[in-house]
């Protein structure tokens, strides 16, 4: 008997070449499922009102623009650079066939800087109904100008000192709103109150960032209870923005092909920050951290109220407030 080996191998040749592109399609849908996000599909208009985003330049901060803009607000975007600012400015304008966009200076690394910011603000805005603490810096080991861990410094205390000297003029346009944007990477570590410029490890020093981002939202939404503001935390997802540029370039090369295959992009991102500024049912949730366009549940650490206004005071000392 003659057995055909080159039939043979040709047939295990089609059977792997049939296999590979089996895997290749499920991966592929198992990805594009891991991707799936909901969008915010509430009309409401914000004519005649005025929005205030941290970082709206660039990532989920400007597709937020966008979306708000086309609703009819005014929008008013605060960063640094003001050459990307004035770019982002003209991008928003044309995507949004709005002209009412505009940006102001502000550097969150610089308490001095936000206090500037917040006083021309208050000269110049006779309104502020939505307040977006959108910017942050992402796992980095570096200091403030003040002398505060970058990520804590910015992604906290920055907006920690905004949200409070904008408060009145939030006061004034009830019902506002102030969304401040966290991560789900808060649940890795706690605050040691001993140490809330932790500057060791990057990944833990951001993460802790987050949750007091959380814990901030929660006290904002108690003291303001009745008064006619609200706020919310939202985590977007895992987002494909420009927060790798503050690395190496091999690390930016691997997060790039890490991001194309699990992260969303920003227009997905900016879905849950859109939904909690103009939803009347995020309104409904005070204090909540939202994921995915609706409230999700915090581990119980997260939910702490005594962590939350001990943090609160501690960071009114730390910015002088107090």
């Not at 005014?74 to 650079?81: L, P, T």
């Not at 020093?205 to 503001?229: D, M, P």
Request: aromatic fraction near 12%; charged fraction near 20%; glycine fraction near 6%.
């Amino acid at each position: 008997m003659i057995t055909d080996f080159s039939s043979q191998g040709s047939t295990h040749r089609e059977m792997y070449f049939l296999y590979t592109i089996i895997a290749a399609l499920v991966s592929f849908f198992i990805l594009k499922w891991m991707k799936k996000r909901k969008y915010c599909t509430d009309l409401n208009r914000l004519d005649g009102k005025t929005v205030l985003i941290t970082g709206g330049n660039s990532g989920i901060g400007k597709d937020t623009a966008v979306a708000l803009a086309m609703r009819g607000a005014r929008v008013i975007i605060a960063c640094r650079d003001v050459d990307k600012a004035e770019k982002a400015v003209r991008e928003i304008k044309f995507k949004s066939h709005s002209l009412n966009v505009l940006h102001m200076e502000l550097d969150l690394a610089n308490l001095r800087s936000v206090r500037e910011f917040c006083k021309s603000f208050l000269q110049r805005e006779k309104r502020l109904d939505i307040l977006i603490n959108n910017a942050g810096m992402p796992s980095v080991l570096d200091w403030t100008d003040d002398g505060f861990s970058m990520c804590f410094g910015v992604n906290h205390l920055g907006h920690f000192l905004l949200t409070n000297l904008l408060l009145p003029r939030l006061k004034e346009c009830t019902p506002s709103r102030v969304v401040t944007v966290t991560c789900s990477t808060y649940k890795y570590q706690k605050l040691d109150f001993q140490d809330l410029n932790y500057n060791l490890l990057p990944f833990f020093t951001y993460c802790r960032s987050k949750l007091a981002n959380i814990y901030f939202s929660q006290e904002l939404a108690r003291i303001t209870e009745g008064k006619g503001v609200t706020s919310y935390a939202v985590h977007p997802g895992y987002v494909q923005s420009g927060w790798t540029c503050h690395f190496s370039i091999l690390f930016r090369m691997l997060m790039q092909v890490i991001m194309w295959m699990f992260f969303v992009p920003c227009e997905i991102g900016a879905q849950t920050v859109i939904y909690c500024a103009v939803s009347d049912e995020a309104a409904k949730h005070s204090g909540g951290y939202f994921v995915d366009c609706r409230p999700a549940t915090l581990r119980p650490f997260a939910r702490d109220a005594g962590v939350a206004k001990k943090l609160w005071e501690a960071s009114e000392r730390l910015v002088k407030l107090a």
